[in-house]
């Protein structure tokens, strides 16, 4: 155990876990990474390229390395940070990406052969033969790519949104952040502040320095029982601010038991949608490294993750340790490990004029160039004045100064802007409206800086918004100004990484600059560097500076690559929602659904609603024996179906003639009272958009029915055109789709039926004739809507009841109606129905058809104009000879497959000599084959005539004879009886 | 009296009514709804004595109350009217108005809290992007849940109202059975 005294866990309580099968244990309060370190366990997993070991690098959510797959069975999760997994009881942890031991790893041999693996390796090798692609190279790299491993199983937990509201959001908790929240809280703002770490504090929790001459947990704890007393504060630890999008909303994912073993009944995530007024960024910065040879060792850490383990988790990586730094923060590391018992084996210092701060040997002037150590670092290798010697050490600090996290602020195409005197980004214009940086993320690094820039901060964001606040008594703090030497890589020839996730090193950019790949969006994507799962957090401002020195440019005139979200990973779990299944998405449920499944009924969705398909009866084995079945019962005798999912829109006002006048191409304003009319409606580009009836039930009062499938546009098409296009005229919409439970009552003995459930209402084809409508009452006294028209091509009605009643009124329908052979029929019956009768529905009616294709070419009036008139008679459509015909085999026993094909007989089924294609088709119970509808070049000249419908999908080709589309009743006596 | 017998939203015989700790859900089958729109020039009425709200207003009169829908456009609201002809009632006090029969349009949801105005509060950022702190009593307004349209009415600081379309009214029960659910297991979550 390399634990050191003091830190910031709970040794009063032990937590078993295990890594890769092996058990440990560690207090509350460690991380997965601290308690590895805890116990000695440097290697922690294998490079994603090269396979070569590693260990922990940073202390937090930048880590490159550090990858786990944790937990088991369902819940196993690839890809973990161990850096900021929170350890907890029977925690389970595995490594990744090796075959074989993680000591032992077969695929190393990858490390042999490196020299053929250098960047745009695959780009230039996998080029030729061009056939093994597909089925060799890629199966054999997908195979060996990829970190960790799914389960392959479903997810097991709860996952949850939510949606918050703020006057100042507050990304951070470190000394800036909480200087932000209090300042901001107390002047009585709503102020949300959030934090990614289980414990607020930030880099306060990795310091040793005091705050007003104490230890900074003792000031970290009174603001936080102050902030326990603000209502108006909300304080989310745990939780990532992973992305700024637009009109001030941010992403933020809160891990509400990630810490836990199972989630019990928590969920597991929680997906919050801040929207705020202003926000603060003050997440802090990121240490760099400075790349030189083998610089990946386990070991081989930053030196401030390595003073964060020391203060906060009293653990270090070695007993004997040593730093390589080009800044003063180096120094710091060494000096709280030399305060906390570690021998430190030197601080090997680029800048030749560096004074030691503390008890420990000093190598100014001097770099590391090499290390040793198979599975873990044993040596490094100092170089000063050309002379080198090894230094014995299990664990290396580097430092090579801090990069501001700017990436929030980088968001909306923000660019960051390079500080000379830092020698780093820092925040720049252009980012989110309304978000302010503080602290080190700004690049104030000092602690007194941090905490003065997020008070400052809060403060002038609320004079913004009128919200007067006054700046808090602050404590004392460390105040040390910034030392740092530019210093980017250690030359040498093996290799050095710079990006350790995705293997890309010193060299790599070398070559990318070589072949000419040199802006830095090219030589991200050539390299991949940056692209890993933590976006380069840790490499991408040091390979800039690589590429400029091979350039001869400076930083900023290299730039930066694109910001964008997610900050870090997020899990598509969370952002997914958390229901499946079945409640995916909502389902809407037609009046007589819970009726309909109770006969059995098998459900089809159509588009949110889920409809009957039909109800199979005992001793139907088959679909099309029970659709057959209802298809010809309802021809014989009555039929009766939900048909409530028709869009209903009530039109009222003293101009509604005139709107549904200009809305429909054939006229509507002469319709009378108490009467229907069939109308269809174009596209503003002449195209028709949809069909349906039109009745008027008073002077003012219209109600106008759309199809299913288009109920939601045709609405807003009419929302559209009443508060748009025609402001001037008086209608109101509504629609009442929902209110009325409308059922289909279809068939010869659909009368003899309703005559059993009106109340006192003339329903003799002279009292209410074909096309006729009316309000009346059944059923003693319920309150119904009546029209007398027809989808099946059948003596026909509709009738409409409150939808509360829909069920009973089926229920009474089919009881009244055993002796008439009343039989519910579905959606497949109803599609049977209308193609026997030749009526257009979605299929025809689909976005690539008019109304002279349909047959209809004389139903767009020119005594007026309305929507799409003018443009249904341009040239292009009325030169089209397409027009709807029905479809039927020679040979009976061969199908009609919808999207086949029309082609004249003996010709080649080419785009060339296409002729058409058929839109519905089924089984004809009355015409005893298939038959279809479909649209047919000079269609209507060519009734007789055979024609060749070609399915190439199912290598089908059926000889078509082309009739008129109305297989039933072509007349029309059947309605008017 | 019609001899049929009603079911409803959630297909019941009766209302559905559940408890989640602190929190309870009622779906009101009871409330009659009508949406009321004037007719240009048309001064706005009194109707049933109710004063008429402005945008973003829910007014209460006794068993009536009236939410702004739009310009010149409002949904009437009438407590255990649903099986009268509450559409015809309101008609009658605007003459002139153009009134549609809502009450079987939609399903409506009470929701109270029997420990003030905090369940409320959480239940509302679960399930809506509405900044509660700015909806108070008064208040109503439309948006989405879960992809479905609703309106939500602030009746009082521990009463929300969410009305939501009739033949959605399983999946809108679901949503909100799950979010009180999760609040009820951990209310400070």
Not at chain 1, 157 to 183: E, N, Q, R, S
Not at chain 1, 221 to 228: C, H, K, L, P, R
Request: some cysteine; hydrophobic content about 40%; glycine content about 12%.
């Amino acid at each position: 155990m390399t634990r050191l005294n003091g830190g910031l866990i709970d040794r009063s309580q032990t937590l078993s876990f295990s890594f890769d099968g092996k058990s440990y244990r560690g207090h509350p309060g460690d991380t997965l990474a601290s308690a590895l370190l805890a116990n000695d366990q440097r290697l922690v997993g294998r490079s994603f390229k090269y396979h070569r070991p590693r260990g922990v690098i940073s202390a937090g959510s930048e880590e490159p390395n550090a990858l786990v797959e944790l937990r088991n069975g369902a819940r196993q999760e690839p890809n973990t940070r161990a850096t900021v997994t929170e350890l907890f009881e029977g925690l389970v942890a595995n490594s990744q990406n090796h075959m074989g031991r993680l000591e032992f790893d077969l695929l190393a041999v990858n490390d042999w052969l490196a020299p053929f693996f250098a960047a745009g390796f695959y780009y230039k090798t996998f080029m030729w033969p061009k056939a093994f692609w597909e089925k060799l190279y890629e199966p054999a790299i997908r195979r060996a790519a990829g970190l960790g491993s799914l389960s392959l199983q479903p997810d097991p937990d709860a996952y949850d949104k939510g949606f918050l509201h703020c006057d100042l959001l507050v990304i951070g908790g470190g000394a800036a952040g909480l200087a932000a929240a209090l300042t901001a809280a107390r002047s009585g703002a709503q102020v949300i502040l959030v934090d990614e770490d289980f414990r607020l504090g930030g880099r306060l929790l990795a310091e040793s320095h005091a705050l007003n001459d104490a230890p900074a947990v003792g000031w970290i704890a009174g603001v936080e029982a102050e902030f326990a007393t603000l209502p108006n504060l909300r304080v989310m630890r745990r939780t990532t601010v992973f992305g700024a999008y637009d009109h001030g909303i941010f992403g933020a994912v809160e891990r509400v038991s990630d810490h836990l073993a199972t989630p019990g009944k928590r969920v597991r995530q929680t997906l919050w949608r801040i929207t705020t007024k202003h926000s603060i960024l003050a997440a802090g910065a990121t240490e760099r490294h400075i790349p030189f040879a083998n610089n990946d060792r386990p070991g081989v850490m930053l030196a401030g993750a390595m003073r964060a383990y020391a203060n906060r988790w009293a653990v270090s990586a070695a007993q004997r340790v040593a730093i390589f730094t080009n800044n003063n923060d180096g120094h710091r590391t060494a000096c709280d490990l030399v305060a906390k018992g570690v021998d430190i084996a030197g601080v090997i210092d680029t800048r030749s004029d560096a004074k030691s701060l503390g008890a420990y040997p000093l190598y100014a002037g001097a770099v590391v160039s090499n290390s040793r150590g198979r599975l873990g670092l044993r040596k490094i290798e100092v170089t000063r004045n050309g002379q080198t010697q090894w230094l014995s050490c299990g664990a290396l600090g580097v430092s090579g100064g801090w990069n501001p996290n700017v990436h929030l602020s980088s968001h909306h195409r923000g660019r960051p802007v390079w500080s000379e005197a830092l020698q780093a980004f820092v925040p720049g214009i252009g980012g989110p409206p309304g978000l302010s940086v503080a602290g080190a993320a700004l690049g104030q690094g000092s602690t007194q800086a941090a905490l003065i820039s997020g008070a400052e901060a809060a403060r002038d964001a609320l004079v913004d918004l009128g919200i007067p606040a006054t700046l808090p008594v602050l404590p004392h703090a460390e105040d040390a100004p910034q030392t740092l030497q530019s210093y980017w890589h250690v030359p040498g020839k093996p290799r050095a990484w710079v990006d350790f996730q995705n293997d890309v090193t010193v060299k790599d950019i070398t070559l990318a600059h070589q072949e000419n790949m040199r802006p830095v969006e090219h030589l991200k994507r050539w390299t991949t560097l940056g692209m890993a799962t933590d976006q380069g957090k840790t490499a991408n401002v040091t390979a800039l500076a690589v590429m400029a020195e091979l350039t001869g440019k400076s930083i900023p005139e290299t730039g930066t690559t694109m910001f964008r979200p997610p900050y870090t990973g997020v899990s598509l779990s969370v952002l997914g929602g958390g229901d499946s299944g079945e409640d995916f998405r909502p389902r809407r449920l037609t009046p007589t659904h819970d009726w309909a499944a109770a006969q059995g009924a098998v459900f089809v969705e159509a588009g949110p609603w889920m409809r009957a398909q039909y109800y199979p009866r005992a001793g139907e084995t088959h679909w099309r024996q029970s659709v057959d079945r209802e298809v010809l019962a309802t021809r014989a005798g009555v039929g009766l179906c939900d048909v409530t999912t028709l869009g209903k829109v009530d039109v009222q006002g003293a101009d509604a003639g005139e709107f549904l006048n200009r809305i429909y191409a054939n006229g509507m304003k002469t319709l009378q009272v108490g009467r229907v009319r069939y109308g269809l409606m174009l596209r503003e580009d002449g195209f028709a958009y949809d069909d349906g009836t039109c009745a008027r039930l008073g002077e003012d009062h219209y109600v106008v029915t759309t199809t299913t499938a288009q109920a939601g546009a045709i609405y807003r098409h009419l929302e559209f055109a009443r508060q748009c296009l025609w402001p001037e005229l008086e209608v109101h919409l509504i629609s009442t789709t929902d209110a009325w439970a409308q059922i289909a009552v279809a068939g010869p003995k659909s009368r003899a039926l309703l005559e059993q459930v009106v109340d006192d209402f003339d329903l003799s084809n002279a009292g209410f004739p074909f096309m006729a409508c009316a309000g009346l009452t059944v059923c003693n006294g319920l309150r119904a809507r009546l029209f007398r028209i027809s989808f099946s091509g059948e003596l026909a009605y509709e009738i409409a009841v409150p939808a509360r009643y829909g069920t009973a009124l089926m229920a009474r329908l089919v009881a009244l109606g055993k002796d008439l052979g009343a039989t519910p029929y579905g959606t497949e019956a109803l599609g049977v129905l209308r193609i026997e009768k030749g009526h257009a529905a979605g299929n025809e009616l689909n976005g690539q058809t008019t109304a002279q294709m349909l047959g209809m070419g004389r139903m767009v009036s020119t005594k007026k104009d309305s929507v799409g008139a003018v443009m249904s008679r341009r040239e292009g459509l009325v030169g089209e000879t397409r027009v709807l015909v029905g479809l039927q085999p020679l040979d009976p026993s061969l199908p009609v497959v919808a999207g086949a094909h029309l082609f004249a007989e003996g010709a080649a089924p080419k785009t060339e000599t296409d002729q058409g294609w058929i839109t519905s088709a089924c089984f004809s119970p009355h015409v005893g084959s298939a038959i279809g509808l479909g649209f047919l070049a000079d269609g209507a000249a060519r009734i007789g005539e055979v024609v060749v419908a070609a399915n190439p999908l199912e290598r089908q080709s059926v000889k078509l004879r082309v009739v008129p589309p109305h297989f039933v009743d072509p007349e029309g006596g059947r309605l008017r009886v | 009296m019609s001899d049929l017998k009603p079911i409803t939203a959630l297909g019941g015989a009766v209302s559905r009514a559940q408890s989640f700790g602190a929190l309870s859900i009622v779906e009101n089958s009871g409330l009659a709804l009508a949406s009321l729109a004037l007719r240009d020039g048309m001064t706005p009425p009194i109707p049933m004595g109710l004063t008429l709200p402005g945008p973003g207003g829910w007014t209460t009169g006794g068993d009536v109350a009236a939410f702004w829908t739009g310009p010149g456009q409002w949904m009437i609201e009438a407590e255990g009217k649903a099986e009268e002809d509450f559409a015809a009632a309101l008609a009658a006090q605007v003459p002139g108005g153009f009134v549609t029969e809502q009450t079987d349009g939609w399903v409506a949801f009470e929701i109270s809290s029997a420990a003030g105005e905090g369940p409320i509060r959480r239940l509302m950022e679960k399930v809506v992007n509405v900044d509660v702190a700015g909806f108070a009593p008064g208040c109503a307004t439309r948006t989405g849940l879960e992809h479905m349209s609703v309106f939500l009415i602030r009746r009082a600081e521990d009463r929300l109202a969410i009305i939501g379309m009739r033949t959605l009214a399983a999946s809108l029960w679901h949503a909100l059975e799950t979010a009180a659910t999760r609040l009820q297991d951990h209310p400070a979550a």
